[in-house]
């Protein structure tokens, strides 16, 4: 199962909505997490269950999809979330990551 | 607050061997789908590996099925990574990642990430 995000990379401003969109080639239900990962750093989970809120995790961020199309949404852009962005599915083996989308704050 | 210690990366010449090790002090993993998740310079996440509660399920990337081992042994709480055949394009920074639960789906997501391994194959 391939996961496409789109865009790549955007470019927005402090208090902006941000969405970042996860494509899976085909169903996986809603089996998919989200990734939050900054530079040197080890990615930390946003979401799981494409809408279940991981504990600690602002509540600006929010997921939602299933089936093929998932979205990230950031309510309000913080300086803090600068930072390159993954989905993951988990619905068979193996595994796979989308291919990132970098956020950086104008 | 769970902490992953990942050891034994290094320089690596192609064709060689490397076993990686990734130990949780104060906290039992036996409980837990565990994983390794590797990332190449400037590159995306790779999902690698996933083992089991118990050690005798695992799964694989293609890329790396038949080459690489992951065990683990819960009496010294300890995943390891035992990588053979190595290739140029095994290079990257190795991560364990410890799974939400100990079966699906929470088996495979993942919550905590230890601080990465760098292995670099290069003559």
């Known amino acids: 199962i391939q996961l496409t995000q789109s865009p790549s990379s955007l470019s927005a401003s402090v208090g902006d909505r941000v969405t970042i969109t996860c494509r899976a080639s085909?169903?996986?239900?809603?089996?998919l997490a989200w990734y939050q990962q900054k530079p040197g750093k080890a990615p930390e989970l946003l979401i799981y269950?494409?809408?279940t809120l991981q504990s600690g995790v602002p509540s600006r961020f929010s997921g939602s999809g299933s089936g093929t199309d998932f979205t990230l949404t950031i309510s309000s852009l913080q300086p803090e979330d600068s930072a390159t962005y993954y989905c993951?599915?988990?619905?068979?083996?193996?595994?796979?990551f989308g291919g990132g989308t970098k956020v950086e704050i104008k | 607050e769970v902490q992953l210690l990942e050891s034994g990366g290094g320089l690596v010449q192609p064709g060689g061997s490397l076993r990686l090790s990734c130990a949780a002090p104060g906290f039992t993993l036996s409980g837990y789908g565990m994983s390794w998740v590797r990332q190449a310079p400037g590159k995306g996440l790779e999902w690698v590996s996933i083992i089991g509660t118990s050690g005798h399920e695992t799964y694989y990337a293609d890329s790396v099925k038949g080459r690489f081992t992951t065990s683990r042994d819960n009496s010294k709480n300890t995943l390891y990574l035992y990588m053979e055949s190595l290739r140029a394009d095994d290079t990257a920074v190795y991560y364990c990642?410890?799974?939400?639960?100990?079966?699906?789906?929470?088996?495979?997501?993942?919550?905590?990430w230890g601080q990465g391994a760098l292995v670099t194959v290069s003559s």
């Open positions: 085909q169903g996986i239900s809603s089996d």
């Open positions: 269950a494409a809408s």
């Open positions: 990642a410890k799974g939400r639960g100990g079966n699906y789906p929470e088996s495979r997501t993942f919550d905590y």
């Open positions: 993951q599915h988990l619905n068979s083996f193996p595994l796979t």
